[in-house]
């Protein structure tokens, strides 16, 4: 359970630098803490936001793993939580750190109470198309296959031995169990992250066009709000966490 508390933290993180800060500038309707606070928001609410997507990304190759036994009966031990803890952080740092270094930039997005990344203005000193690209391919597209992947050989696997057990009460219940588990998982991780990429490559594909203020508030709504709903489908779901 090394990668729920990694998870926890970052969403305690996205809850900190995310929520308070977004609800006292709201609060006063612009954001008051300049460029270098709006910086070190959107760096932190974005970490902790990369942290919990990655968090289940190495949550769900465990499980895939452990399930599914590609590797045989290799078993997990706490320094292979460390390094995928580690890989966590890593990724998350590569996606949030490149705007502090001229790679794009963090500035208030949407209603202008919070801030991210630069992904809906063509400024060419700040390569911003690049790091769309990159932030979609990298940071979406993949996260996304590992996930599908992963859970879907779960939900196979699982499947494949309620039918070799002939379907008993209660194999058919840990089936029916494992698999709401898992759509909750998925539907969770979309509902965070597709409104970013949508948004991100709307824009990236319709340059120049126009946009309001709103639409671009929505993608930062969905992706901090896992903050609140991840708790409930990776902890309050999970048996022996309870």
Known sequence: NYILVNLAVADLCMACFGFTVTFYTSWNGYFVFGPMGCAVE????????????????????????????????????SSHAMMGIAFTWIMSISCAAP????????????????????????????????YVVYMFVVHFIIPVAIIFFSYGRLVCKVREAAAQQ????????????????????VLGFLMAWTPYAAVAFWIFTNKGADFSATLMAVPAFFSKSSSLYNPIIYVLMNKQVR
């Open 42 to 77: 959107g760096f932190f609410a974005t970490l902790g936001g990369q942290v919990a997507l990655w968090s289940l990304v190495v949550l769900a190759i465990e499980r895939y793993i452990v399930i599914c036994k590609p590797m045989g009966n290799f078993r997990f031990s």
């Open 166 to 185: 002939q379907e008993s009460a209660t194999t058919q219940k840990a089936e029916k169990e494992v698999t709401r588990m898992v759509i909750l998982m």
């Open 99 to 130: 705007p502090l270094f001229g790679w794009s930039r963090y500035i208030p997005e949407g209603m202008q109470c919070s801030c991210g990344p630069d992904y809906y203005t063509h400024n060419p000193d700040f390569h911003n198309e690049s």
